[in-house]
């Protein structure tokens, strides 16, 4: 009995060490109090811009272009400006 509980122990780690969690998710400042904007790059220099989603104050937003893992996060609250 004391080995199976021990096997069943080292079964549900292994299991929960090979099953992937969920992916994080990134948290964001935009709501409906605050301005964002994030602008997306071709590299680290911030070369070239290739993509941009602004969030306005009323919760409003806009995306154009593709995402890369090159990004600027511009943010206010709204009424500071």
């Known amino acids: 009995m004391k080995r199976r509980l021990q096997v069943l122990v080292v079964a549900v780690l292994i299991a929960v060490g090979l099953v992937p969690a969920a992916p994080a998710q990134a948290t964001s400042a935009?709501?409906?109090?605050?301005?964002?904007?994030?602008?997306?790059?071709?590299?680290?220099?911030w070369t070239t811009l290739v993509g941009q989603r602004t969030t306005?104050?009323?919760?409003?937003?806009?995306?154009?272009?593709?995402?890369?893992?090159?990004?600027q996060t511009i943010s206010y609250t709204c009424g500071d400006n």
Do not use: E, H
Request: hydrophobic content about 20%; some cysteine.
């Open 30 to 45: 935009c709501g409906i109090t605050v301005y964002c904007q994030y602008n997306w790059y071709t590299d680290t220099n």
């Open 56 to 71: 306005y104050c009323d919760g409003s937003s806009v995306f154009w272009g593709q995402t890369t893992g090159f990004r």
